[in-house]
């Protein structure tokens, strides 16, 4: 079954507060197979002009569908999680993020398209700090498998 087009444009509330920690910072890096100091050292991060360590690239995969994953649950949207596969992330910074962030997310469905036999849904997520400050936006691309009209 073709996924709910009314659902494109919808934006949710920001989620519940994201506390980014050394420690969720430093799972991730292992996870991912990488061994930058910045991502593992106050001191190496602090070294290279950090206030403290770095957060890799794709951590906001971590927390950014927080947000969007009330979106996905929507029976109206009509999601099969068990067909679903992902498609595409990519982030556009602002600025990086840092261990003692506060970070909320604001999240869009901004498309949904058939490719094939397969329906296609992106979420556009803005991460900003409790305070407002920008940080990143996020997109996320996920694959219904056989579930175009």
Same mark, same amino acid.
């Given at each position: 079954?073709?996924?709910?087009?009314?659902?494109?444009?919808? &934006?949710?509330? @920001?989620?519940?507060?994201?506390?980014?920690?050394?420690?969720?910072?430093?799972?991730? @890096?292992?996870?991912?197979?990488?061994?930058?100091?910045?991502?593992?050292?106050?001191?190496?991060?602090? #070294?290279? !002009?950090?206030?403290?360590?770095?957060?890799?690239?794709?951590?906001?995969?971590?927390?950014?569908?927080?947000?969007? !994953?009330? @979106?996905?649950?929507?029976?109206?949207?009509?999601?099969?999680? #068990?067909?679903?596969?992902? !498609?595409?992330?990519?982030?556009?910074?602002?600025?990086?993020?840092? #261990?003692?962030?506060?970070?909320?997310?604001?999240?869009?469905?901004?498309?949904?398209? &058939? #490719?094939?036999?397969?329906?296609?849904?992106?979420?556009?997520?803005?991460?900003?700090?409790?305070?407002?400050?920008?940080?990143? %936006?996020?997109?996320? %691309?996920?694959?219904?498998?056989?579930?175009? @009209?």
């Amino acid at each position: 079954m073709a996924l709910n087009r009314d659902f494109v444009g919808r &934006s949710y509330p @920001a989620s519940p507060p994201y506390e980014v920690s050394r420690v969720k910072i430093r799972e991730f @890096a292992a996870a991912i197979g990488d061994n930058n100091p910045v991502y593992r050292d106050r001191e190496a991060a602090q #070294a290279a !002009g950090h206030p403290d360590v770095v957060a890799p690239p794709t951590f906001p995969i971590v927390f950014s569908l927080q947000s969007g !994953g009330e @979106a996905l649950a929507d029976p109206g949207l009509g999601l099969n999680f #068990a067909m679903v596969v992902h !498609g595409e992330q990519r982030f556009e910074y602002v600025r990086p993020v840092y #261990a003692g962030d506060r970070l909320v997310v604001t999240a869009t469905i901004t498309d949904i398209r &058939s #490719a094939g036999r397969n329906e296609l849904l992106t979420v556009r997520s803005e991460v900003t700090t409790v305070d407002g400050e920008p940080v990143c %936006t996020t997109y996320n %691309t996920i694959v219904e498998r056989g579930g175009a @009209a």
